[in-house]
């Protein structure tokens, strides 16, 4: 068998691990609902649809509501995504095959199949649209990042001061979505009896219970980005009106979903000091990287990585929820990094500052001590 039809073949498998799952959960799903107006191909497409936008395309619905399109999508199904592409591209290789080569080649096909279900999804159905065009570039990226991972073949050599600076971004970055993490699961156990009431609300039977935990649990990255917002002082939304922020709560109703129960009743000053936090670690990474190579030069490449990765995150995880209501959910595009990166900024300007006051005072001890007799 040849390298290109190995390669096809898990690439087929990768899409099924993720697909077949989801397929049986929308027919139980669609089975115990009932429809008088449903189809048999109802479960079908929506199975696709979720398989989309676990990839991050979103959907653009048509009809009696037409306007309507779901683009925030869930950044925890990547998750599920990689461990599918990584045990079907570790499989390719252990049969032989060139891993740099088949890699290259796995994306290209998992796109291609991407696109193939995304045209099925769209003309199959005059309900819900896929921008078709846009499935092959952003599957394709997806998988070759997620191959190269798993096949370990990032370059491995001895790393410059842009790569060790923007490793300095990305580890300062994960440890706010860390602390974020800890704010929000605190925030859900003050707020349990809200969340079991919104889950009341709900009643979503066994099938519908199971289905909301998977989709609540894919989501709590975006709410995590979200609570960095809110800590940081740039606020987070729920509908184009509002605003959650420590000094700013603009908010006249939430959904009914549990997880959003963690939402803060009204103004939380205190909340401020994740702000403080994100000073302080732009102090460290100024102090960190100027004590290892002697220049300012490596801090600005480092908050410049910082700020991409915020710009980044802060595209993936908001979005409009289908309803025209819920417009702008999550942190603001341009609000969240631009708080973010200023208050990074801030910690390395006072670091700088310390530096210099340091030096002047040495200087000035040194000239002190030439001058006494």
């Not at 089975?31 to 653009?60: C, E, K, N, R, V």
């Not at 401020?272 to 002697?294: D, M, Y």
Request: hydrophobic fraction near 55%; include cysteine; glycine fraction near 8%.
């Amino acid at each position: 068998m040849s390298a290109i039809a190995l390669t096809f073949k898990q690439v087929v498998r990768s899409v099924v691990l993720i697909l077949l799952p989801i397929a049986f959960i929308s027919l139980i799903v669609w089975a115990t609902a009932g429809s008088s107006q449903g189809s048999t191909s109802d479960p079908i497409f929506a199975s696709l649809w979720i398989w989309l936008t676990s990839h991050q395309i979103p959907l653009y619905i048509e009809g009696s509501m037409a306007g309507a399109k779901l683009t925030l999508l869930p950044l925890g199904a990547l998750a599920l995504i990689f461990f599918a592409i990584r045990s079907s591209y570790l499989r390719l290789i252990s049969k032989g095959v060139n891993p740099r080569t088949s890699a290259l080649i796995f994306a290209l096909l998992y796109g291609l199949v991407a696109s193939f279900l995304s045209v099925i999804a769209t003309f199959g159905n005059s309900v819900v649209e896929v921008r078709w065009y846009l499935v092959f570039p952003i599957t394709c990226i997806i998988a070759l990042a997620f191959t190269l991972i798993s096949g370990q073949l990032l370059p491995k050599r001895q790393r410059s001061e842009w790569e060790i600076a923007g490793a300095w971004a990305g580890a300062g970055m994960a440890l706010l979505l860390a602390l974020s993490t800890l704010v929000l699961l605190s925030s859900l156990i003050f707020h349990f009896r809200v969340v079991m009431d919104l889950t009341t609300v709900i009643a979503p039977g066994i099938f519908g219970g199971l289905a909301l935990i998977v989709i609540q649990v894919l989501y709590l990255p975006n709410l995590i980005v979200a609570t960095l917002g809110y800590i940081s002082g740039a606020g987070a939304h729920l509908g184009a009106d509002s605003i959650v922020a420590p000094f700013v709560h603009q908010l006249d109703q939430i959904p009914a979903i549990p997880l959003l129960g963690a939402l803060p009743r009204g103004l939380f000053p205190f909340a401020i000091l994740g702000a403080v936090t994100v000073v302080a670690l732009g102090f460290f990474i100024h102090l960190k990287l100027h004590q290892r190579f002697g220049s300012d030069r490596a801090p600005a490449i480092s908050l410049a990585f910082f700020a991409g990765l915020s710009l980044i995150l802060a595209l993936l995880s908001s979005g409009q929820l289908v309803s025209a209501a819920l417009s702008q959910v999550g942190v603001s595009w341009w609000r969240f990094p631009l708080v973010l990166t200023g208050e990074v900024a801030l910690g390395m300007a006072l670091s700088k500052s310390l530096m210099l006051m340091r030096l002047r005072r040495s200087k000035a001890r040194d000239v002190d001590v030439d001058s006494a007799p």
